[in-house]
């Protein structure tokens, strides 16, 4: 080691004043180099095709997902009709008695035999009784 070199990690004093030296990192801005500028530049690319790709998809999964709880709410609107009324039309097996003497029309359902419907029947369906 040349004898005037200085150790960067010891203190040199003289009388009139103490410099202390050492050696520490610090962010500094570097200029780029032409090979990192196409790297990041590349990079960059990829990223915002990426983002795109990954934006479409998710108008896609959103519409998919929006379809999806539309069809959920108008199943329970549904539901919550039914449950409110506390009854559910469902086909039941009636029978429908034409009565010439009454001139009505009375609907029983099959498996009650409860009376369903009761009306007056058309002049139509008083002449189908007629026997000619």
């Given at each position: 080691m040349k004898k005037d070199a200085i150790d960067h990690m010891d203190s040199l004093g003289n009388r009139d004043n103490m410099?202390?030296?050492k050696e520490e990192?610090?962010?500094l801005p570097v200029p780029l180099t032409e090979r990192e500028?196409?790297?990041l530049g590349e990079n960059l690319a990829q990223g915002l095709?990426?983002?795109?790709l990954l934006t479409i998809n998710?108008?896609?999964k959103q519409s998919e997902i929006k379809a999806d709880i539309?069809?959920?709410e108008e199943?329970?609107?549904l539901d919550a009709s039914v449950l409110r009324a506390g009854t559910r039309d469902t086909e039941v097996k009636c029978e429908v008695q034409r009565n010439y003497r009454t001139s009505e029309i009375v609907v029983v359902?099959?498996?009650?035999m409860a009376e369903v419907k009761r009306r007056p029947m058309t002049s139509e369906e008083r002449q189908m009784g007629l026997k000619l």
């Open positions: 410099v202390d030296i990192l610090k962010m500028k196409l790297e095709a990426k983002i795109d998710l108008k896609s539309e069809q959920i199943r329970c609107h359902r099959l498996d009650t």
